[in-house]
């Protein structure tokens, strides 16, 4: 049988959505009929608003996908605006204020508090600066994914932003490929680094060659069926099939709808695309893909540039595209870090205006929840490094700000488990301040997720941490599961999960202490990766040690069961309720 | 009157006539044989697997782990509510919970 949201889907869906959405906005939340709700939060979905956790009814989460994470001159500028005006909502959140955008860990925005009455006025405004939320969530192509500075990278194999423009184009709002069984989440990578992340995408093309009519072409190599989330991490899988630029969009048009056509509607749970190569295995993906979608003999794989990644490898160069790099024009790209992604406002604005003043405005996003200012030359660089804005956003973190990625948790999302931001700000802060690496290793990546859904990838990080509870003194409290030695690169490897549950405010104490055993066991030179390699669970659960330290969580407690976590008047019976209705909820 | 029973969000809550009232991250105390070895699961339910009604009884599977003994899985169906004159009400959030069928 298929499911509500399959029904849901099947009566309307896609652009059509908008219409009704704009009239709700209209007509007030209230003007939802109460017994349409489930179906049209799902369908709103389609257009990037994502309702907020329950206490926070008829506020939304907007998402504006941003493709490759690249925005163009003064888009910045114009998502420091919207978050400025819409982006506020009746909680403050105690370390980033009133207003602030998320960078995500798949190069998109995301801001909080939105209420339906002004998604017209703020569609209009992305609009007219080329920016949209369509298919940010939902089950479509979502924003596809690759190395940001594509077209601008000197360590460039191939430049993937005509290729990711042209999908983008082929593929938002397309009939045809706009309702699947589930997300479908796309990645292009030109860079021999491996910044695309295709190995935990949906569909990844990844930089290749192979000889055609006597020539070496650069194409793409295609992978399926990665995904991190539900307990149930793959990698993506090599199918096979060398694909030339141009054929890129046959390729993935073709694999999307080998996704469409085959993929479980019935169980929500099982219709990634990554458990039907599960399934099938990726013999069974090229030849139905080869019969049923494309047109064209599909060639074998190429030779790869694999094993020049770095990227997440936790080992070797360019782990994060922070700091000075060049370019291939001669001019510099400048990644600057953002502690677990969110920026506030104002500081959104003055970064628009320092990227257009020093740089050609261009402002660009990377998986690692960063933002990269490109086109610096060389002779504005000293100023552009002395601005006081790049004391916060620094291209020359501490390791612990650096590796830093975070969810969003219970602040604002419905599957969460524990607090998940600011906690990762807390522990930085307290790493920073009383842990040392070992002499040589200035990389170290710690990813805090509030569930299984893992979108703070926490399986590719030295340090995975994953919400959970446990009681302390018998009374519950958020814990955390440590995981450790995930990475990318030619031969990525999911975190093995070592220690369960351990308690909050002990966490920093356990990384204390493992950083201690690493630097005290480890073989000259020794990444942390390769550290963890060569011991079992039972030896790296011994290092992990949690303890008590200095460090205090104040969030202790069932952040869930409040309406906003850091509201004064915590209580679900506090909530604000649904803003401009006059009943409340 | 029919009652509208949904699993959204991927599991993270159940709606029952389009309105959110049971959700995921709370610790239940479960009769559980079959899940682990403890005399009572301390069960943190991390996903709603599916949602149904038996008589005026509403009752899930959920995905979720004892954080007492790590045993993790998921459950057979427990009652978590009632449904009288169409108003759905929560059972006590801290009484034991014993699985039905
Ligand atoms: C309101 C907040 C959010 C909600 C409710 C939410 C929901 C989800 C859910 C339900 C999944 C599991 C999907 C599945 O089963 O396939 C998921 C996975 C994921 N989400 Fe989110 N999410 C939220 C915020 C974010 C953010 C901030 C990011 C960063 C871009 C993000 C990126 C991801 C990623 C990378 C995964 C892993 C998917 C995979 O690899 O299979 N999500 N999210
Ligand atoms: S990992 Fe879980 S808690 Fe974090 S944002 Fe994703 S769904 Fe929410
Ligand atoms: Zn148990």
Redesign the interface.
Known sequence: MPTDVENWKSEVYGSEIRDRLFEFAEQGFDSIPDDERDAWFERFKWWGLYHQRNGQEGYFMMRIGTPNGVLEPGQLRVVGEIADEYARGPGTNPIFGDAYADFTTRQSIQLHWIELSDVPAIFEKLEENGLSTQQACGDSWRNIVGNPVAGKDGQEVIDAWPVISDLNERFKGNDDHSNLPRKWKVSVTGSADGSGQGDINDLAFEPAYREVDGEDVVGFNVRVGGGLSRNEPRLARDIDVWVSPERVPDVAGGLSALFRDYGDREDRYNARIKFLVDEWGPEKVRETLQEEYVDFELESAGRDVREEYTYNTGAGERNDLVGVHDQKDGANFVGLNVLVGRMGAADVLDLADLAAEYGSGEVRISQRQNVIVTDVPDDALDEFLAEPLLEHYSPEPSPFMRGSVACTGTEFCSLSIVETKNRQVRFARWLKANVDLPEGVDEFHIHLSGCTASCAQPQIADVSLRGMKTRKDGDPVEALDVGLGGGLGDEPQFARWVTQRVPVDEVPGAIANLVESFAAERDEGESFRAFVARHDDDELDAFVEPEETDYEDPMMHNTKRTWYPYAEEDAMEDAPGVPGSPAGD | MTT?L?V??????I?V????KV?????WRLDAPDLCECELT?L?V??F?SVGVDGSTVEVRVYG?C??C?AAGTTGWIPVGRVRGGEFAELDRSAVRRVRR
């Open positions: 509208r949904r959204l969000d991927d599991g993270a809550w709606s006539n389009d309105a959110r959700r995921v991250s709370e610790l301390d943190v991390e996903n697997q782990q954080i007492a790590g």
